[in-house]
């Protein structure tokens, strides 16, 4: 308890200096998380790319104020930078390709001089406003939801998940082991060890609900006691015994990981944005979506979105006001089922977006692709004509061959989606749905142009437009 008052008397410091920084230079915080492989490198590359040249996007009211956009260095020299121009030239290169996934948290600044608009725009000249990209490890997400948590809530929680997901070795290590017995760091290192590979094999079938995060993403945590424990179901738990040790580390990873990075990153933003792989969650199954529904609803109580009143913002108070739910690769599917994918992707987020709602924050969700890999045609088969996306495959990480792609027809009702997850079954869609993967297609950008997407012009105009 110490510690957090601690923690908090030192973040309302920093941010009492940060909001006076801003009456001169304002700063927007955006956050760009999501689970793994839902595209969020390739968002934070297009995005900053299309403010930079704004010729794509005709759907953010504030691009024709923007007299220029240009990269600066970040204001925290500890968090590395992210490495855009590496990214950036990955996707614009003679034989594109995706760029590797967030690995560890990042940052960008792009500052802009924009104009004033209404009936100042006269009177005053242009300002610079900077706007602050934090990306962050999916994997790292669902972290947040340990902070309410104790060791058995999350062990027997843990256990049942991974039960039906298929623990693997993990379960005959669980059995061999004895709680109540002596410390033994061997045994310790074994299970951390089984887990983590039992967590990587849940993530193979579809699920998504893995804590802690950090056992698949360890980072330059890999290998230390703080990533050394494992669930165990409820017992004896004598001081020295292995199942106290368990508890304690499991303690020692919320307060000295999960909450410094909540506390140096998660407090200071003022927008974020959430992508999903909803398409991805769609070919895994009834189970994923599911995972996926439960747990953003578990992630934002942690972001304690709202508003903040005018008295608390001039003491430095920040908390994120809006938040955008966005379902990416929209470019898998023709146009006339995006609505249903947004439609799929709004009822999915329905608590989620409630949870904010109510405690002030603005909501939205939308489907989108940061990045377009494909092209769109309409086919005739059996008399009918068909929406089809065309492109060129993904095949063992290498682009294949060009194929079109009819992947059926999503449900116009989103509860034929929902329902069947809520109730755990096992398969859907009539099984005649499906999905590949594409590569990036090469690009030919013309002076002033962006790279090419689907609705990321509107996803600015909802967390950046007011602000600037």
Do not use: C
């Not at 504030?62 to 855009?84: C, G, H, M, N, W």
């Not at 017992?235 to 499991?250: I, K, N, P, V």
């Not at 940061?370 to 086919?379: N, S």
């Amino acid at each position: 308890m110490l510690g957090q008052l601690t923690d908090a008397v030192t973040r309302g410091v920093s941010d009492v200096a940060a909001s006076v920084t801003d009456v001169f230079d304002p700063t927007l915080r955006l956050g760009v998380t999501g689970l793994s492989r839902a595209g969020k490198t390739v968002f934070i590359t297009s995005l900053v790319a299309n403010l930079v040249d704004r010729g794509r996007m005709s759907g953010f009211s504030a691009s024709d104020r923007i007299d220029t956009a240009y990269l600066q260095p970040q204001p925290d020299d500890t968090v590395p930078r992210f490495e855009y121009e590496r990214h950036l030239g990955a996707l614009t290169a003679r034989k594109p390709h995706w760029p590797e996934g967030t690995r560890a948290v990042s940052e960008l600044r792009l500052s802009m001089k924009v104009r004033p608009a209404g009936l100042l725009a006269g009177l005053r000249g242009a300002r610079v406003v900077h706007l602050d990209v934090v990306d962050y490890p999916g994997e790292w997400l669902l972290d947040l939801g340990l902070m309410e948590k104790t060791y058995d809530e999350w062990s027997a929680r843990a256990l049942k998940r991974l039960e039906s997901w298929g623990a693997g070795d993990y379960a005959d290590h669980m059995v061999k082991a004895d709680g109540a017995a002596k410390l033994d760091e061997p045994t310790a290192q074994n299970l951390a060890r089984s887990y983590t590979e039992a967590l990587r094999a849940a993530r193979a079938a579809g699920a998504y609900d893995l804590t802690p995060g950090r056992f698949l993403l360890p980072g330059e945590l890999e290998g230390s006691p703080a990533l050394t424990f494992a669930p165990l179901p409820p017992g004896e738990a004598s001081r020295g015994s292995l199942r106290r040790e368990m508890e304690r580390r499991f303690e020692a990873y919320k307060a000295q990981i999960v909450r410094p990075f909540f506390r140096d990153h998660f407090a200071r933003l003022d927008r974020q944005i959430v992508l999903l792989d909803v398409l991805g969650a769609l070919r895994s199954g009834p189970r994923a979506v599911e995972e996926m529904r439960a747990a953003m609803a578990d992630i934002l109580t942690a972001f304690k979105p709202g508003a903040v009143g005018w008295l608390l913002s001039l003491l430095g108070a920040r908390r994120v006001d809006r938040v955008l739910f966005a379902a990416t690769k929209a470019d898998h599917l023709h146009h006339s089922q995006h609505a249903r994918l947004t439609a799929i992707t709004e009822a999915m987020v329905r608590e989620a977006r409630s949870r904010a709602d109510f405690a002030g924050a603005e909501t939205k969700a939308i489907s989108m692709a940061a990045l377009r890999a494909t092209v769109e045609e309409e086919r005739e088969h059996g008399g009918e004509t068909l929406g089809v996306v065309r492109g060129r495959l993904l095949e063992d990480g290498e682009p294949g061959k060009e194929a079109a792609l009819y992947p059926g027809e999503l449900p116009s009702d989103p509860g034929h989606v929902l329902g069947p997850a809520a109730q755990g079954q096992a398969a859907w869609l009539d099984g005649d749905y499906d999905l590949m993967d594409f590569a990036p297609a090469p690009l030919t950008l013309r002076p002033g142009e962006g790279p090419p997407h689907i609705r990321l012009d509107r996803a600015a105009e909802f967390l950046l437009a007011d602000r600037l």
